[in-house]
């Protein structure tokens, strides 16, 4: 096994969705500049859209919606929790960002004149843009970064991030999950696209990869932000979201409800005026699964026969293609049966949350020179579009900080250490394999942490992260590649003690079921209508404070405050 | 003390190459090169590609990039 230096400009660590972004727009803001975006997988295939995107759940396009709306209904949606700037920040680029991935090839869906084909999911306005054929959206990225120049590392995994005497960022540290080679990339900036922590939670059918979430998106970049000493945001606001039962994707009311399909319970009546993914809706779906009507259906069968067809097309073709091979398997026929739905294991990521590393409006976290974007990066309900616009940001910011400073210098004890603990499960003669110690801790999640939240449950849970904590110093790895899935232990354990402690340190109830206490069950305002931070103090321990919310640049009326509260469809009595 | 399990054998894995239509011994790698788990290799005594790790997403690039149609992603059992 070696160990290989190298020295760039800009480092981009995840080539999914931001990383290709940042990487292609930092060359295009400085073409002399030393690009290089490092992949754990490989970059045609890899991140949350390796087999394209069926549409854009938050585009504000000019005639169909304004930024000003596109905040006041985020803002709303997230229970009041926002920096309106990053999200402003969003909005007035999200067009731009269109226009330009329409020039590059991404196929959008146009109506007969030849504009934006735009629906309505959300609660307020429209901002749903289907891309029927957006199967291909890797393959544009990827020609972009060929056309730019951008050097492409595949099959690294980054582990820590390099920082200087000053804290400064200098560079990430990485090894090869097919020789282990231990790699050491000096940089001036570094940008972290890692998505989600897609790996923390376990699902019900027990399946260690049938995440939601691609599994690769372990939460390694949670875990490396947070040991460079960034300050992270609103992890307590988990991601859980309404699933196909037993199968990892959407069922899916975006895609079907512009042609009529509709969320039902098993009495067959609708529940939820609105089906876009917010908190609030997912304690009402939560409620009508444990309530006594469910399970809980998306209902397609009265649909006319080429409306159907059009759907399985769109959903058995794009973003999770064995979407149809599982209903086949279960006898599901659009035509006559509803489909089951039930909820996701949580995890972390604020592309449809909130839960990320706290960015201000040029993708900058609170670490010099390390940028963030995509789904790890706190801009709530940020989703594909937004990691692609703070992609851009995040390039451009790295751009622009290459311009002003030089490498910081690097730490030899920093890249010991880490060498040290890399290398260590596969230089151990006997010990715990990674599935094991991986399975155990991710149901420790679930038994702990899944809300509704209960203080003593989740108390007890970090006694148990504990626990792991010093089993991960007796993984054992055969290979390479089984030392990846070690590492990648540390990353999840890391991140459930991050998840237990920030839903532990904000005493109320908010964001629906992401964040629902028994203990704390009301939303309380006066103390808690602040960001809860999270970062390694001086000392190494994880701590918590609050940091409070920028005044609104797009004021909310009192009357619409609770809009997104009241998505039950009322009975009539 | 014995530390190799001796009645775990995998039989059934999600990924199955058919060889006949596989052209990994032709220097093809699609399949492998794809995959965002890197669950593939190519078994170079039979020069075709096969599931090293069952660690499957069902999410397919493999079985779409390959271009003689040799792979096929089913459901793991599991979620079936």
Redesign the interface.
């Known amino acids: 096994m070696n160990t290989i230096e190298t020295e760039v400009d800009v480092l981009v660590i995840g080539g999914g969705t931001a990383g290709p972004m940042a990487a292609v727009k930092a060359k295009q803001a400085n073409p002399a500049l030393r690009v290089l975006l490092l992949e754990k ?2 970059v ?4 949350a859209i ?2 394209g995107m069926d549409g854009l759940n938050n585009a504000v396009i000019p005639g169909h919606a304004t930024p000003e709306q596109y905040v006041r209904e985020i803002t709303i949606a997230n229970d009041g929790i926002v920096n309106q700037k990053t999200v402003m920040a969003y909005a007035t680029q999200s067009f731009a960002m269109i226009e330009e991935l329409d020039r590059w090839g991404v196929k959008f869906e146009k109506d007969e004149t030849g504009d934006y084909a735009v629906k309505k999911v959300h609660h307020m306005g429209s901002y749903v843009l289907p891309m029927p054929e957006g199967h291909d959206i890797k393959k544009v990225l990827y020609r972009q970064l060929k056309r730019t120049r951008v050097e492409i590392t ?2 690294l995994v980054a582990t820590r991030l390099l920082t200087g005497p000053d804290g400064r960022i200098a560079g990430a540290m990485a090894f090869d ?2 020789t282990a080679d231990f790699h050491v990339i000096r940089a001036k900036s570094v940008v972290l696209a890692c998505g989600a922590a897609g790996r923390l939670g376990l699902p019900s ?7 939601y979430e ?3 998106n372990a939460g390694d970049g949670y875990s490396m932000a947070y040991h460079a000493g960034a300050e992270l945001s609103g992890i307590e606001c988990f991601q859980i979201n309404p699933l196909i039962k ?3 994707g959407p069922a899916c009311a975006y895609v079907t409800g512009p042609f009529g399909g509709y969320t039902t319970n098993a009495e067959g009546q609708r529940f939820i005026e609105c089906d876009y993914w917010s908190g609030q809706m997912m304690w009402e779906f939560y409620q009508e699964l444990q309530g006594g009507k469910g399970p809980v259906f998306l209902k397609l069968d009265h649909l006319a026969e080429e409306t159907i067809s059009t759907i399985e097309t769109i959903l058995h073709t794009n973003e ?3 979407r149809g ?2 209903h086949a ?2 006898g599901t026929d659009y035509r006559e049966r509803l489909v089951e739905m039930h909820i996701s294991e949580i995890g972390l990521c604020s592309g449809h949350s909130a839960s990320g590393v706290w960015v201000d409006e040029h993708a900058r976290t609170t670490v010099p020179g390390l940028h963030s974007a995509g789904d790890m990066a706190c801009v709530p309900h940020n989703y594909m579009l937004g990691a692609f616009v703070y992609g851009r940001l995040a390039g451009e910011s790295s751009a622009a900080w290459c311009a002003e400073h030089d490498f910081a210098p690097v730490d030899a004890d920093q890249v010991e250490r880490e060498r040290q603990r890399v290398w260590a499960p596969l230089q151990r003669e ?1 010990g715990l394999p990674p599935n094991q110690v991986e399975f155990k801790l991710r149901r420790f999640v679930n038994d702990h942490l899944q809300p509704p939240k209960v203080t003593r449950k989740m108390e007890i849970g970090l006694e148990r992260f504990e626990g792991i904590r010093e089993d991960l110093d007796h993984l054992k790895a055969r290979d390479a ?1 089984e030392l ?2 070690a590492m990648e232990v540390h990353a999840i354990r890391d991140c459930a003690e991050m998840a237990a402690r920030a839903s532990l340190y904000r005493t109320e109830s908010r964001w629906g079921l992401y964040h629902a206490r028994i203990d704390y069950p009301e939303r309380n305002d006066t103390d808690w209508f602040c960001h809860a931070q999270l970062k390694k103090d001086d000392q190494g321990r994880m701590t918590s404070f609050k940091r409070a919310i920028e005044p609104y640049l797009v004021p909310i009326a009192e009357t619409e405050r609770n809009a997104y509260r009241e998505l039950r469809i009322a009975v009539p009595a | 003390m014995q ?1 190799a399990p001796i009645a775990f054998t995998p039989h059934a894995v999600p990924v199955s190459v058919d060889a006949d239509k596989c052209i990994a011994h032709k220097g093809c790698t699609v399949c492998v ?6 669950v593939l290799a190519i078994d170079l005594s039979k020069g075709t590609a096969y599931m ?2 069952d ?7 493999c079985e ?2 390959c271009p003689t149609g040799a792979v096929t ?4 059992y ?3």
């Open positions: 997988a490989n045609k295939r890899s991140g390796s087999m595949n099959r999950c097919r059918s027990g399946y260690l990869f049938g995440t691609n599994p690769t037993d199968y990892n999770r293609p064995s091979r599982f398997g279960r006997h590649h990846m899935r | 530390y090169d794809v995959c965002p788990l890197d090293k790790f660690e499957c997403w069902y999410c397919m690039p779409k990039d992603v089913e459901i793991p599991l979620l079936r």
